[in-house]
């Protein structure tokens, strides 16, 4: 299934005001296109599948984020279209979706891929067709150096990075014998060796790990593998099940004494905190890659950022308040088009021809102060592995509310280059 989307002309009632990358929105009056064709990027989208949640909110983002753009004059004079196409959340659909957008829709390049099996079996055709594509998950795979020159991760930090970043206080704050439970692929594993790695080497230990296909439905039979002994349960989970593993989880420890209990958001995207059988999460800690609830130091950027995507102070949608955001990911794909807008007008991009200077102009890039285009925070890109580092937010259930009680630093995420991806040719 098909989906073009054009940018509208700007509303009088509301101008988006911020820097980063050119995106002042100027005046009220519609921008005076060239008469060259449109831009047009292709959005890789999971619409069906496990990743389908995130894939609703990841286009409701792009079409925000588009918005804006063309609002502010589009790139290079010139307006953006998005081309929608659903990959299911399946890696061959997902290498057919890139094959699709490239060959029959004349996309110049592609962007918004979330899940990692998808990304990794659908980056090798990206490199194939020579078309740049930018990816909005957190896998390492991309400064694995798995992948190839043409893949790149501008707007989200990777696994690898979230959790070195985090280990630190996890170890100081909630305890040093920690059991995890993860989806069985390739983000999990990501999870499962880097999370191992820096409980290591901070004088923790993991006890168990406990791995679950990522379709499961039900967790009953996964739970009793946790240790009694664990002092920390550090859990992540992904997919349309996430409600009933919390729920289930809660079930399994009862009013009893309980592990201290760290998660990452992915186990509670699009899912109410304040559903029936929750409770128990009430002074559990999760790692948010942007925070749901809006904090009270909010910049003036995130709080432009929300109204635009159409999100309340809850992270549930305005419209509907049952309607609860994938708000810890999504941020990905507004700040990626914004890297996009600012790669291709570096690049003086006119077309595909272009495409090699384009990723050289991303690969170009480096400090991204916290603005319109990256609302999320500052970050700093490493042109070197394809990836961008970021704060990570560590946040405390109370009342119900999701509460920041701790940042990380860019340098606590940073570590060693695994590759270097401008030494490949193109």
């Not at 911020?18 to 005076?32: D, E, I, K, Q, S």
């Not at 739970?223 to 593993?245: C, R, S, W």
């Not at 958001?265 to 800690?285: K, N, R």
């Amino acid at each position: 299934m098909t989906q073009k989307l054009i940018g509208m002309a700007p509303s009088r009632r509301a101008v988006l005001k911020g820097a980063g990358a050119g995106l002042l929105t100027a005046g009220f009056a519609a921008p005076v296109w060239s008469q060259a064709a449109p831009i047009k990027l292709g959005f890789q989208l999971h619409r069906t599948g496990i990743g389908a949640a995130y894939g609703r909110w990841y286009e409701r983002t792009a079409q925000a984020a588009l918005k804006v753009v063309n609002d502010a004059g589009g790139i290079n004079g010139r307006p953006v279209e998005i081309v929608f196409e659903d990959d299911g959340t399946d890696p061959k659909r997902g290498a057919e979706v890139v094959e699709k957008l490239t060959s029959q829709h004349n996309c110049d390049l592609i962007f918004g891929p979330l899940f990692s099996h998808v990304v990794i079996g659908s980056a090798p055709r990206a490199g194939e067709l020579k078309v740049p594509y930018l990816v909005c998950s957190e896998g390492f795979h991309v400064a694995s150096g798995m992948l190839n020159r043409w893949t790149m991760q501008p707007g989200i930090t990777d696994v690898r990075a979230q959790v070195s970043s985090m280990a630190p206080w996890v170890l100081a704050n909630l305890g040093k014998k920690v059991t995890m439970v993860y989806p069985d692929y390739a983000f999990g594993h990501d999870h499962r060796d880097f999370f191992s790695a820096a409980v290591e080497a901070g004088g923790g230990e993991v006890i168990a790990k406990v791995a679950v296909p990522p379709t499961e439905t039900s967790f009953t039979r996964y739970l009793p593998q946790i240790p009694n002994d664990t002092e920390v349960l550090y859990h992540v989970m992904v997919g349309p099940a996430v409600l009933t593993f919390v729920k289930e989880l809660g079930e399994f420890y009862g009013l009893g004494a309980k592990p201290q209990i760290f998660g990452f958001i992915d186990s509670l995207e699009a899912v109410d905190i304040a559903s029936p059988g929750l409770e128990f999460l009430e002074g559990t800690h999760f790692w948010e890659g942007h925070c749901r609830n809006q904090q009270a130091d909010a910049s003036e950027h995130e709080v432009a950022y929300r109204a635009a995507v159409g999100v309340d102070a809850n992270g549930a949608s305005v419209s509907d308040a049952k309607d609860v955001s994938t708000y810890a990911h999504m941020f990905s794909v507004w700040e990626t088009l914004h890297v996009i807008k600012a790669g291709m007008e570096a690049a003086g991009y006119q077309g595909p021809a272009d495409r090699q200077k384009f990723v050289e102009a991303v690969e170009a890039m480096t400090e991204m102060p916290e603005s319109l285009a990256h609302v999320q925070g500052d970050k700093v890109f490493n042109g070197k592995t394809h990836q961008v580092f970021g704060h990570q937010f560590i946040s405390k259930v109370e009342g119900g509310k999701l509460v920041k009680v701790h940042t990380t630093s860019i340098e606590d995420s940073i570590y060693p280059d695994a590759v270097d991806y401008m030494t490949q040719s193109f």
